[in-house]
């Protein structure tokens, strides 16, 4: 079955920097696209970063120049490195195969504070 499991996740200070984990299992993943998407307290669910399988990114606006997805397709795995991260990036972080919502992982909590 899939498997999407991410880590990474912490509190950290307005200007600072994570790099989320996504270890996935149960299907191809190279073949297919792969994107994070968060959660922020009261709202829905934001695409913010995807990744085709040929290596090709997308970024929504607001992180655009701070985060960057990669993704390692000998080892399974989808990164979110988070650069410049301020109070309105937190969320709590998921990854998705495909175009939709699901499925994905059980989430990783960013917190950015002072």
């Known amino acids: 079955q899939v498997q999407l499991v991410e880590s990474g996740g912490g509190l950290v200070q307005p200007g600072g920097s994570l790099r989320l984990s996504c270890a996935a299992s149960g299907f191809i993943f190279s073949y297919y696209y792969m994107s994070w998407v968060r959660q922020a307290p009261g709202k829905g669910l934001e695409r913010v970063s995807g990744?085709?399988?040929?290596?090709?990114?997308s970024h929504i606006d607001s992180v655009k120049g701070r985060f960057t997805i990669s993704r390692d397709n000998a080892n399974n795995m989808l990164y979110l490195q988070m650069n410049s991260l301020k109070p309105e990036d937190t969320a709590v972080y998921y990854c998705?195969?495909?175009?939709?919502?699901?499925?994905r992982g059980q989430g990783t909590q960013v917190t950015v504070s002072s």
């Open positions: 990744i085709f399988s040929g290596g090709g990114t």
């Open positions: 998705v195969r495909g175009f939709g919502y699901e499925p």
